[in-house]
């Protein structure tokens, strides 16, 4: 008797908690989606400097206002934005560039 109370306890608690795994799943899996298309398009990369980026991908179309760098530990991130991506800058070298994405208030 005690070993089916169990097993139906069991099985309560993993059918109760499977929808929690559903969603981290799905956006797992449109994270790599998106990282696999930031691979195959042409964006600046990691390391090169902000002349650089000017010279092979053009002026950006916006420039972000700075964040950080009230100290050495949090050093001063400048953003780029171009139409089909933003970059990232830390001091004067690209740190990241990601795809631009519409946001969830977008129509």
Same mark, same amino acid.
């Given at each position: 008797?005690?070993?089916?109370?169990?097993? #139906?306890?069991?099985?309560? +608690?993993?059918?109760?908690?499977?929808?929690?795994? +559903?969603?981290?799943?799905?956006?797992? !899996?449109? #994270? @790599?989606?998106?990282?696999?298309? !930031?691979?195959?398009?042409?964006?600046?990369?990691?390391?090169?400097?902000?002349?650089?980026?000017?010279?092979?991908?053009?002026?950006?179309?916006?420039? #972000?206002?700075?964040?950080?760098?009230?100290?050495?530990?949090?050093?001063?991130?400048? @953003?780029?934005?171009?139409?089909?991506?933003?970059?990232?800058?830390?001091?004067?070298?690209?740190?990241?560039?990601? +795809? @631009?994405?519409?946001?969830?208030?977008?129509?």
């Amino acid at each position: 008797m005690k070993r089916i109370a169990t097993s #139906l306890i069991a099985a309560t +608690l993993a059918l109760a908690s499977a929808p929690l795994l +559903l969603p981290a799943t799905a956006h797992a !899996e449109s #994270l @790599r989606v998106k990282v696999k298309q !930031e691979q195959q398009y042409n964006m600046p990369k990691r390391g090169m400097t902000m002349d650089q980026v000017k010279r092979e991908y053009g002026a950006p179309l916006k420039v #972000l206002a700075t964040r950080g760098g009230s100290s050495k530990h949090q050093p001063p991130i400048h @953003r780029w934005e171009y139409s089909k991506y933003i970059v990232y800058f830390e001091y004067s070298h690209v740190i990241h560039s990601v +795809l @631009r994405t519409p946001g969830p208030h977008s129509l």
